[in-house]
Structures are given as structure tokens and as C-alpha cells.
Nanobody, 112 residues
Framework: QVQLVESGGGLVQAGGSLRLSCAAS????????MAWYRQAPGKQREMVAG???????AYADSVKGRFTISRDNAKNTVYLQMNSLKPEDTGVYYCTDLVGAWGQGTQVTVSS
């Protein structure tokens, strides 16, 4: 069973950057698509960025041009580079393998 552990969240000022990491264990990492979701207070969880097993990417309109998803199969890790952060990017960020495994989430807070 795949286990996912996110890290890299924190408090940052608007305009700043963060890089989130999601380390996978349990095998088969390179076979799966991966995605980052976020959940803001009082809102539904939404997909932010997705990455297929052949590295095709997709982004929510709200983060296009600012966020980049990538993976390192040798390290079983997927990343989310977040630049030009805005207060509305605040939330708990989760990674998923899109077939049922989710991490515990990492908090991102962007101050104005």
C-alpha cells in the first residue's frame, strides 16, 4: 500500500515562494499519476496540479504560470514549486496518487 508524506509548507509573505515535497513509499511510484490538491478554510478540496506517469501536466487556472509540478522517480518524490504566492493560495495542501492514497497534508499560509 502506497503511503504519502508531504512536507515544505509554512508561512510566507505574498509574492514569496515555497516548494512542497511528497515522498511516496510502498512501491510503484513511477507507474502512477500524481496530483496536488488544496483545501482552504470553509471550502471544498480542489485540484491544483496534476502529473501523469509520462509527465503530462495540468494546472488549475488560478495557479497557471505560478506553480510547477514535477517528480523525481529515483527519489519517489513529487514536488510542487509555488511562486508569486497570493493570500488566496492559503490552505492545506495534499498529494495523492489518484488511485486512493492521500498524504496527511501540509499547511501553507500566505500573508498579505
Amino acid at each position: 500500500q502506497v503511503q504519502l508524506v508531504e512536507s515544505g509548507g509554512g508561512l510566507v509573505q505574498a509574492g514569496g515562494s515555497l516548494r512542497l515535497s511528497c515522498a511516496a513509499s510502498g512501491g510503484g511510484f513511477s507507474l502512477y499519476g500524481m496530483a496536488w490538491y488544496r483545501q482552504a478554510p470553509g471550502k471544498q478540496r480542489e485540484m491544483v496540479a496534476g502529473l501523469t506517469s509520462i509527465d503530462t501536466t495540468a494546472y488549475a487556472d488560478s495557479v497557471k504560470g505560478r506553480f510547477t509540478i514535477s517528480r523525481d522517480n529515483a527519489k519517489n518524490t513529487v514536488y510542487l514549486q509555488m511562486n508569486s504566492l497570493k493570500p488566496e493560495d492559503t490552505g492545506v495542501y495534499y498529494c495523492t496518487d489518484l488511485v486512493g492514497a492521500w498524504g496527511q497534508g501540509t499547511q501553507v499560509t500566505v500573508s498579505s
